[in-house]
């Protein structure tokens, strides 16, 4: 419920809340990856939206995991009810040759699947920013669009986005993992 982690009021009367469109993103990630073998995703938020998981608490359940990748979704804000925004994605100020591969594979297969660019998205930056610093495993933060932006708002809000985020995401997940389609067990 904190400030700046909701759409704009002028933008979206619901004001829909940064954790809602970022769930939404998961469970459909969940839901596809689920058809696929050896895998297992652990989800680092309160998958009830209640409790804001602090940032050091996530990294060290996924490192305490031994997490192969890390993947944090969000959605950004700073544009005030200005037109552009789009979809940005952060790996570590000096990143492994592994996050920068992943960032570049998640990047072109979400400019893809979405078509948002914006005008305002450096598309692939570095950041000192925690995931992507304390994580053990390759890293990539995404930001999904921004939440305060007059042409982003009615995209992101929309299920057709998060259902292409989600098909994005999967994608470059089940190619870099080189995972395997379970078989389908027929009735006898």
Same mark, same amino acid.
């Given at each position: ?11 979206? *009367?619901? !004001?829909?809340? !940064?954790? =809602? ?23 680092? @938020? ?7 998981? *602090?940032?050091?608490?996530? =990294? ?7 997490? @192969? ?19 940005? =994605? ?8 592994? $996050?920068?591969?992943?960032?570049? @594979?998640?990047?072109? %297969? ?7 660019k914006g005008n ?27 939440? @305060? ?8 809000? $929309? ?11 999967? #994608?470059?997940?089940?190619?870099? %993992? #080189? ?6 067990? =027929? *009735?006898?």
């Amino acid at each position: 419920y904190t400030a700046g982690k909701r759409c704009l009021k002028s933008l979206d *009367p619901n !004001e829909t809340r !940064e954790w =809602t469109l970022n769930s939404r993103i998961c469970q459909k990630i969940e839901e596809k990856l689920k058809n696929y073998s050896d895998i297992e995703v652990l989800r680092l @938020d309160d998958k009830t939206g209640n409790t804001d998981i *602090p940032l050091k608490q996530r =990294t060290d359940k996924a490192n305490a995991f031994g997490a @192969d990748f890390y993947l944090s979704l969000h959605h950004n804000a700073g544009i005030n009810g200005g037109i552009g925004g789009g979809i940005e =994605t952060y790996t570590y100020i000096r990143p492994s040759k592994e $996050s920068s591969d992943w960032q570049d @594979d998640l990047y072109s %297969a979400l400019i893809r699947y979405t078509n948002l660019k914006g005008n305002r998205s450096n598309g692939k930056r570095q950041k000192n920013l925690h995931e992507v610093r304390e994580s053990k495993m390759p890293a990539v933060l995404v930001e999904c669009g921004f939440m @305060d932006s007059v042409t982003d708002v009615p995209i992101i809000l $929309s299920d057709e986005f998060a259902e292409n985020v989600a098909n994005a995401c999967s #994608e470059v997940i089940v190619n870099r %993992a #080189e995972l395997k389609k379970k078989a389908i067990q =027929t *009735p006898v």
